[in-house]
């Protein structure tokens, strides 16, 4: 499967050990190049790394949509991206800022500016909420394979209209936007489901993106919690069977 690494490997219980052969979580390094140029390294799995671009350029607001993009092209050795913009004079940001959690994350935004809420009067149910984590579960066959990935994907609701998976968090989130610009599918007023911790640059994209409901199997952040509420944003996490915390923007959710 494209993203998991063949490995054999030996299973120990009740002092027996029986040898295995499965797969873990494809990671490498892969270069982001714009116009020629290097923009920044990212620690991520090689896959769909074409919408790993697109989505980090238009998180990065380095394009606006997939018009500005004249070529995207992924190196044979899947280490490196080339992305070629209609508009070549385009100047890239400098001094990344290091995210938090695994994979590497990276920004170019101080996410400690004001940015405006989201424009959105979108509102969910808790059985839409358990649902699509339920569904999101489902749809995570990397995962299946080999464990230690995380998983996203976009939900109107009723359905998943896009999934991604990754072994960082972010670059999920990322593959998603490049998957909306590839497709021409709006993400605003949508629902961010997500496996993994909800820090501040996921909020951050999400908000970005317009989706106005981000729910994940696990914990926001401090930071992503006071954002999320001055963003207009339902922050839900720890949803767990039928239950779930609501941290942010409770008037989102239906009762």
């Known amino acids: 499967m494209d993203g998991a690494f063949p490995w054999r490997y030996s299973r120990w219980e009740s002092g027996q050990s029986t040898p295995v052969d499965g797969a873990v979580i494809d990671e490498g390094l892969v270069r982001i190049h714009v116009n020629g140029q290097e923009l920044t390294p990212l620690m991520a799995t090689p896959r769909d790394l074409d919408?790993?671009?697109?989505g980090f350029l238009r998180s990065e607001g380095i394009i606006q949509s997939r018009a500005d993009v004249q070529l995207v092209q992924v190196r044979p050795n899947q280490m490196c991206v080339d992305v070629w913009l209609r508009d070549l004079t385009v100047e890239l940001p400098s001094k990344p800022i290091l995210t938090s959690g695994c994979g590497g994350g990276v920004t170019f935004d101080d996410?400690?500016?004001?940015?405006?809420?989201?424009a959105s009067d979108r509102q969910v149910t808790p059985q839409q909420v358990v649902d699509g984590i339920h569904q999101l579960a489902g749809a995570a066959t990397l995962y299946r394979e080999t464990r230690g990935v995380h998983t996203s994907a976009l939900s109107d609701g009723q359905q998943l209209l896009a999934v991604?998976?990754?072994?960082?968090r972010h670059n999920t989130v990322d593959k998603l936007w490049?998957?909306?610009?590839?497709?021409?599918?709006?993400?605003?007023g949508q629902m961010?489901?997500?496996t993994g911790r909800v820090s501040s640059e996921m909020l951050n994209k999400a908000a970005k993106m317009g989706v106005p409901v981000v729910a994940s199997r696990t914990s926001p952040t401090s930071l992503s919690v006071r954002?999320?509420?001055?963003?207009?944003?339902?922050?839900?996490?720890?949803?767990r069977g039928r239950s779930f915390n609501s941290y942010a923007s409770q008037w989102r959710l239906i009762l």
């Open 227 to 239: 954002l999320a509420q001055e963003w207009n944003i339902l922050l839900i996490g720890y949803v």
């Open 178 to 188: 490049g998957y909306c610009l590839q497709r021409d599918l709006d993400p605003a």
């Open 192 to 194: 961010l489901l997500a």
């Open 51 to 54: 919408l790993l671009a697109l």
């Open 164 to 168: 991604a998976e990754d072994v960082g």
């Open 111 to 118: 996410l400690s500016q004001r940015a405006p809420p989201v």
